[in-house]
């Protein structure tokens, strides 16, 4: 695992990125696991997550589950990236933020309880920053899970779930919001998240559980960056295919090796064509582009027209927005 050479450090990152425990003492059982005292578990993740290993230990959500999000990008003058991206980041529905190798320099996720809210947070930042957003809906994920394999090359794809939204019940997403921005990293988690919500700890476990089981929640566990891991060569690869292609594309570019993340989006007519997206992370630009050229020997896109921008700096990366909270000032 490259930037980590601490062997337990290595199991918790690349073991626990899902199926977390859903016990009174979690930590407790990763530290059975490796050989090792609850607290040593805590001090290590509590150490990563400081350093920037580590994001949280909490979870991902199903897009378009219990929520609303969009990509959307503006095309920035260099000499205001910083401005414009401050002005991006202060909006507190936006969760990811990217400055990508393109005309369209800014990429980032707005999100946040419903369309409205959404639509709200896109119309502020055109507003404010006088530019174009081009706002590219999500139409149907081949693979979003975005777990990461830390030793060696090989990566399971998950198979597919569909979302069951009908197990949903009121506060659940009180609950997937608390998550979402990460478990406190002690030896009780859940009682303390309980405690927030004035709810029942048993409860809580037990909704938790209903979740995951009914594919809201895709993945529960360490959330790692994969920059400070060595992960730092970061491609989006768009491709031009109309909807009937990519029946075919989608599925096979998602189970190719190397790509992390795959998925259909409407196009923005006479700006951006592209349709199929999917993220290349790799430890070098070589070794990305490695990965892309043999994505194009696959049948479904040969001679496909596609594009390249690969992710020069991050400006935010935070868990989803899912309840409603106050707007940027």
């Not at 507003?127 to 899970?145: A, C, E, H, Q, S």
């Not at 109309?242 to 989006?265: F, N, T």
């Amino acid at each position: 695992m490259h930037h980590v050479t601490d062997p337990i450090d290595q199991t918790l990152l690349n073991d626990w990125q899902r199926d977390f425990p859903l016990v009174d003492r979690p930590f407790a059982t990763l530290g059975r696991a490796v050989d090792i005292t609850e607290d040593e578990v805590i001090t290590r993740l509590s150490r990563m997550r400081k350093s920037g290993r580590i994001t949280r230990v909490g979870a991902t959500i199903t897009p378009g589950t219990v929520s609303a999000s969009t990509l959307a990008a503006v095309a920035t003058p260099p000499e205001q990236i910083e401005e414009i991206a401050a002005l991006i980041d202060a909006e507190p529905g936006v969760n990811h933020n990217y400055l990508r190798e393109d005309h369209w320099n800014l990429w980032f996720v707005a999100t946040g309880p419903d369309t409205d809210h959404v639509e709200a947070t896109l119309a502020r930042i055109e507003r404010r920053t006088g530019l174009k957003v081009m706002d590219l809906r999500l139409v149907r994920p081949f693979n979003v899970d975005l777990g990461f394999c830390m030793r060696g090359d090989t990566r399971v794809v998950p198979k597919p779930r569909t979302a069951d939204t009908s197990v949903m019940q009121p506060g659940d997403k009180q609950v997937l919001q608390v998550l979402t921005r990460g478990l406190p990293i002690t030896s009780e988690p859940f009682a303390e998240i309980a405690a927030q919500l004035n709810r029942d700890v048993t409860e809580v476990m037990h909704r938790i559980d209903i979740l995951t089981r009914a594919a809201i929640i895709s993945r529960l566990g360490v959330i790692v960056r994969h920059r400070a891991l060595g992960w730092s060569a970061n491609a989006m690869v768009v491709w031009n295919l109309s909807p009937d292609q990519i029946d075919l594309a989608g599925p096979a570019l998602a189970a190719h090796p190397g790509v992390s993340l795959c998925y259909e989006r409407r196009p923005v007519e006479g700006h951006w064509p592209y349709r199929l997206y999917s993220m290349i992370h790799a430890r070098s630009r070589s070794e990305a582009l490695a990965t892309l050229q043999n994505a194009t020997t696959l049948p479904e896109l040969a001679d496909v027209e596609h594009k390249v921008l690969f992710s020069t700096r991050c400006f935010k990366q935070t868990g989803a927005m899912i309840t409603q909270r106050e707007v940027a000032a």
